[in-house]
């Protein structure tokens, strides 16, 4: 999905299909995001990669914190030139990481030295790096993410390039591979599996807000119910378990549905 129309129209498609809730990792601008959420109506929505002044729900990284933070530490080693190797123009992380790189050089009374584009794959940093070479490296680079600075660094070494000399690198993500990078790399940690967990918690919490709200039931609700009880017996095969676990499912639905009924006759 590369528009706000395709985007729009996948929700409709998911809205069709009865869902209780939506989380959206797009890049959107605010506009775009603020739209979105009104197609939505009550049902909650949290965005995951959108301009911080949209208001909408949205769990994301501060950028802002975190390329601050990376100008400060190659600024503390000494370097004045300071490129930005970036992501795709359209992507919101992309806008707001150039735009807190640009302040902290400005803080400093530094400019910046160059800006190259790439689509967050290491090919397309390999060949945006090619366009510096020979005598247009900047002093160190700060590098959208762990692919595309493994692009740089294969680019450097091919032309004898040495890290960090000559060229410091600093990097987004710190992936498990990443480790393994030779030499080591600064790196500003995002936690990806601890914002999807928060983006859940963000998204069950506003669902629950809104059911109470509106005294209807929810199949997430049916889901919450199907709990397996502790047994001191031989496990039983995976069919067996999840056969009972459908059967305690199928009641727990018969269940709500029958409170429901009930609420709806009750004068």
Known sequence: ???????????????????????????LAASEAEQIQTLCGDKPVIFMDVEPQAQVAQCQFSNAHGAQAAVEHLIALGH?????????????FAQSREAA??????AHQLTPFCVLQGDWSAQSCYQAMLQQLPDRLPQALLVANDQMALGAMRTLHQHG????????????????ESAW????????RQDLHA????????????LRIARRRSGRWSRCWCWCCVKQPLRRAAP????????????????S??????????KKTTP
Not at 13 to 26: G, K, S, T
Not at 101 to 106: D, I, M, P, S, Y
Request: charged fraction near 20%.
């Open 236 to 251: 039983r095969p995976i069919w067996a378990r999840w056969r009972s676990s459908f059967r305690e499912l199928h009641a």
């Open 80 to 92: 004045r030139q300071i490129g930005l190797l970036n992501g795709p123009p359209q992507a919101i």
């Open 101 to 106: 790189w640009r302040e902290a050089l400005a």
């Open 195 to 206: 914002l999807g967990e928060q983006s859940v918690r963000c998204c069950w919490r506003s």
């Open 253 to 262: 639905c018969k269940i709500a549905d029958v409170m429901l009924r009930q």
């Open 161 to 176: 390039v040495a890290i960090p000399a000559q060229v410091s690198i600093t990097r987004y993500d710190d992936t498990a």
């Open 1 to 27: 999905m590369r528009s706000h129309n395709s985007a729009a129209d996948t929700v409709n498609e998911l809205l069709a299909q009865r869902v209780d809730a939506l989380m959206i990792n797009l890049p």
């Open 181 to 188: 990078y030779q030499p080591p790399l600064t790196t500003v």
